[in-house]
């Protein structure tokens, strides 16, 4: 059923992706090229995702454990009474230990990491939404205050009309020099807000330099909003099943499970051996000098009787991350739900904004219309022309921003469902493989030859 609902989605929203991009010159930028560039250049992303390769080298860790640990031993010692020597002793040896038996313990250690691997990779792909995201915000408010700059200056062109009509009209007597004045003014307050708007547009081109790595050009129209779930249950429902968040809170839950059970298995005991071969030449005080040759073999066993509470203590703090992981869980659910809700909203809420403002801006362009031609036949003063003016430009500028608030909410809303990803978007380009850096480690590879595959995963990391 989830699947069957992906696909659904998935191909509205490609083609909305990617419509009309015929229609416009090449060298325009897409929402499609904003988030690529996003997803290549993001630092926040290979930040996390070296952050997800130590979490796979701790999983390489936890099978070393299991490992014998080889080392060698060289050591050389003399003795002094009241000034003279009377003794020295050099050894070289190797020496080896293993854990052979540790009821468990190793094992345990060895799935938590594995589930700390998962839980990094869900947070990977949580910043991939975030990264996707932002770089759609900044596409959006980019395109947003670019048309708030066109229609701020378009409103200094018509009231410097104006005003230069009120000085006309004043030098002839039909108005009074507060008229003009009125027009002056609003003609100063139209300049200043065209200041403000270029301004907002210089914040947006940089705050989309640093979400995509590079300045904007000229960007293409916004493409056709993505296709929504039938209904905002469903959506929920996706959202339960695909969002990284969620999916990260089930793998730490599952490693704080395990973590009590690593707690309990501290007071198991322990079989280790230890074996070990070595050769040491000795000068006695008489002048006499042996070489020896040794060779040993020796068995463990311990179990810790007594800790002073420090076991039982580790226990219960185990069982208390358990508890907390449990209970974030079930945040992050109500979380996303919470997500996908105000989403659902913000589309419904900037729908309905949109069909408002259209018909305010008919009325106010016919007020505005009749507003000049009654001014002309000296019915209305230039205050009552400005004003219509301003009304009708309030209009203009609210539609702009609550056209670009629906296409947000949008992508909002496939993040909230946790679809907001390379993937998911088929935006064709080469993606970070998670599994590739784990795949080459998972075995804590310790030789060259071992190692030849975990070389072109980090060549290849070097080469993105």
Do not use: C
């Amino acid at each position: 059923m989830f699947r069957k609902t992906l696909r659904t989605l998935r191909r509205p929203l490609i083609a909305a992706l990617f419509a009309g991009a015929t229609a416009v010159p090449a060298s325009a930028e897409s929402l499609a090229d904003a988030m690529v560039a996003a997803y290549r250049h993001s630092a926040l992303l290979e930040q996390n995702r070296a952050v997800l390769r130590a979490a796979d080298e701790d999983a390489a860790t936890a099978l070393a454990q299991l490992r014998p640990v080889v080392q060698w031993i060289a050591e050389h010692s003399f003795q002094k009474i009241n000034g003279l020597a009377i003794g020295r002793s050099t050894s070289i040896g190797l020496q080896a230990q293993i854990t052979l038996y540790d009821w468990g313990r190793n094992a345990i250690a060895i799935d938590a990491a594995k589930e700390t691997v998962l839980a990094t990779r869900a947070a990977l792909v949580g910043v991939e939404q975030d990264v996707l995201l932002g770089a759609v915000q900044a596409y959006l408010d980019v395109r947003s205050a670019t048309e708030q700059v066109d229609l701020q200056s378009n409103s200094v062109r018509v009231i410097g009309q104006e005003q230069q009509a009120a000085a006309d009209r004043f030098e002839v007597g039909e108005i009074t020099q507060t008229d003009v004045s009125q027009a002056d003014a609003a003609l100063a307050a139209a300049r200043a807000s065209l200041a403000a708007a270029r301004g907002n547009l210089e914040v947006a081109r940089e705050v989309y330099r640093a979400a995509t790595g590079r300045a904007p050009g000229q960007l293409d129209p916004p493409p056709p909003t993505p296709s929504l779930p039938a209904s905002l249950e469903t959506a929920r429902q996706i959202g339960q099943r695909s969002h990284p968040a969620i999916s990260q809170a089930q793998r730490l839950a599952a490693a704080a499970e395990l973590g009590v059970a690593a707690a309990a298995a501290e007071r198991n005991p322990t079989l280790s051996g230890q074996a070990s071969i070595g050769r040491s030449h000795e000068l006695s005080i008489q002048g006499q000098e042996s070489t020896r040759n040794s060779l040993g073999a020796s068995l463990s066993l311990s179990q810790t009787i007594y800790s002073g509470g420090r076991l039982p203590s580790a226990h219960r703090k185990a069982m208390a991350r358990r508890d907390e992981a449990r209970a974030g869980l079930l945040q992050v659910s109500r979380q996303v739900d919470e997500a996908v809700g105000r989403a659902w909203a913000g589309i419904d809420v900037a729908r309905a904004q949109i069909r408002a403002i259209d018909e305010q801006i008919v009325a106010a362009q016919q007020a505005y219309e009749g507003v000049r031609e009654e001014a002309t036949l000296g019915a209305r003063t230039t205050l009552d022309v400005l004003d219509a003016e301003q009304s009708l430009l309030e209009a203009r500028a609210d539609k702009i921003s609550a056209e670009a608030n629906l296409q947000l909410a949008h992508y909002q809303l496939l993040a909230a469902m946790g679809l907001l990803t390379v993937e998911n978007l088929k935006l064709g380009i080469p993606t970070y493989d998670p599994s590739a850096y784990y795949n080459a480690v998972q075995d804590a590879p310790y030789t060259s030859r071992q190692g030849e595959s975990l070389d072109r995963v980090l060549r290849a990391i070097g080469r993105d």
